[in-house]
Nanobody, 123 residues
Framework: QVQLVESGGGSVQAGGSLRLSCAASGRTASSYAMGWFRQAPGKEREFVAANSWSGGITYYADSVKGRFTISRDNAKNTVYLQMNSLKSEDTAVYYC????????????????WGQGTQVTVSS
């Protein structure tokens, strides 16, 4: 069993930055692939970024490539999402997710989910 808790959300002006954190608890949390997803009001949840347990494999949605960076510190059982050059369309609730399989962009694969953290970008 893995529990995930996101933090770091907030309100920022367009062009600003935020860093989200996802702390995972559980004995083998560091061996899980981790992903970030987001859901904007009135829209379906969508993939943002993912990486393998080693961090050696990463995926990004086209909409965030070059602006967002996913990273992890397995010693702290924490995965991060550094978000730069934020745009109003990045406004959403951001969720982290974990699974024992390889990193993937498909949210259907992920077993464990956090409660989400709100990110609001004003223009």
């Amino acid at each position: 069993q893995v529990q995930l808790v996101e933090s770091g959300g907030g309100s920022v002006q367009a062009g600003g930055s935020l860093r989200l954190s996802c702390a995972a608890s559980g004995r083998t949390a560091s061996s899980y692939a981790m992903g970030w997803f987001r859901q904007a009001p009135g829209k379906e949840r969508e993939f943002v970024a993912a990486n393998s347990w080693s961090g050696g494999i990463t995926y990004y949605a086209d909409s965030v490539k070059g602006r967002f960076t996913i990273s992890r510190d397995n010693a702290k059982n924490t995965v991060y999402l550094q978000m730069n050059s934020l745009k109003s369309e990045d406004t959403a609730v951001y969720y982290c997710a974990a699974d024992r399989t390889s990193a993937t962009m498909s949210q259907n694969v992920y077993t464990y989910w956090g409660q989400g953290t709100q990110v609001t970008v004003s223009s």
